[in-house]
């Protein structure tokens, strides 16, 4: 069974290589949202620190890792938002990683006093690494030995250093006292990221993405307030797309919600419906910290192999108590996960 996993493994890192690659993606993407738009850098109090940890079908033979830190700080003086992503993700056994850090840069436009408008642009380097040695070939499950070393004349096509590249990124997100909506182009540039010396390009990477908050009950002597918090997500990339709709249930300092994950009326090549996951999140607050949990209910063909997705998120914000009483009539409404 060990070298059935090596050589399903073998054939998915060798068409890899040769085809476009995609982000990776997290179910909690408000928890760092910079991720998901640079225009929302800066959208915390004053100071904020997100890290994000991702295990992605962990059933798997070492499964799909990802990390996230983010860093952003709105100042008052210049009506601007600036912060800083780092991102790292290892996708399965052959040591096939990618890196990269950016810096956001947001513009916070007042319209009118309920209604603001955030243009956001980003700069960043990006790197994919290869670790040929962890990679399982042909001649390695054929021999007879123990396959320790490789003869396979294809393993000469591999970069053996980091491929690096450029990446840019653009913005905007317009929110009231209730609502929310912006949208985002990702690497605009469509870097090279091929690992074999070729002209493969990260694909444009679009999103779309907006929410309503909706008070259920005020404040009272025994009561504290609650909201609804409907939202959605849709992502494009290259071939591929998708829709996370759900909602969030807020009870402070307690929040839960659920989404879907998938395009129902748009079937794939195979003529199966379009479902990816059920997602269910838990998130608490205390202080000036906020911890969530997320699982992701698989719900493709790859249920009974993939043993869902697991994330977590901590985000931590600071500022002072005059920072807080003003950044009561700018902070935007959507949920913190």
């Not at 040769?18 to 850098?41: E, V």
């Not at 996230?68 to 992503?85: A, K, L, R």
């Not at 399982?136 to 980091?162: N, Y």
């Not at 969530?292 to 914000?317: K, Q």
Request: with cysteine; net charge neutral; hydrophobic share 35%.
């Amino acid at each position: 069974m060990n070298r059935l996993y090596a050589l399903a493994f073998c054939v998915c890192s060798i068409l890899a290589v040769q085809t476009k690659g995609q982000d990776q993606q997290y179910t909690q993407f408000y928890s760092n949202p910079m991720l998901l738009n640079p225009a929302f850098a800066g959208t915390s109090v004053q100071t904020r620190v997100a890290m994000n940890y991702r295990n992605q079908w962990p059933a798997l033979p070492q499964s799909f890792v990802s990390y996230s830190v983010g860093v952003d700080h709105f100042v008052p003086t210049f009506n601007s938002g600036m912060g800083i992503t780092v991102n790292h993700d290892k996708a399965g056994v052959g040591g096939l990683t990618y890196t990269s850090a950016s810096f956001h840069y947001a513009y916070e436009i007042r319209v009118t006093r309920k209604i603001s408008i955030r243009p956001g642009i980003s700069f960043g380097f990006g790197s994919n690494y290869l670790d040929v040695n962890k990679l399982t070939f042909m001649d390695q499950l054929a021999r007879d030995d123990d396959g320790a070393t490789t003869l396979d004349p294809d393993r000469t096509r591999f970069e053996q250093e980091p491929v690096n590249y450029p990446d840019f990124a653009g913005g905007l997100v317009f929110y009231s006292e209730k609502i929310w909506l912006g949208a985002a182009l990702h690497h605009m540039n469509e870097p090279i990221q091929s690992l074999t010396g070729g002209e493969s390009r990260l694909p444009k990477r679009f999103t779309m993405h907006g929410g309503v908050r909706v008070k259920l009950s005020e404040t009272g002597a025994f009561s504290k307030r609650q909201y609804i918090v409907p939202a959605f997500n849709y992502q494009a990339q290259g071939l591929f797309d998708q829709l996370d709709l759900g909602f969030y249930y807020e009870y402070a300092p307690l929040m839960v919600g659920v989404w879907y994950r998938g395009l129902p009326i748009k079937s794939n090549d195979y003529d199966y419906a379009n479902h990816d996951a059920i997602a269910f999140l838990v998130g608490y607050e205390y202080n000036n910290m906020t911890f969530g949990y997320s699982y992701d209910l698989t719900v493709s063909e790859l249920t009974p192999n993939s043993a869902g997705s697991h994330e977590i998120s901590l985000v931590m914000e600071f500022a002072t108590k005059r920072n807080k009483k003003k950044s009561k009539r700018r902070i935007m409404p959507c949920a913190k996960f």
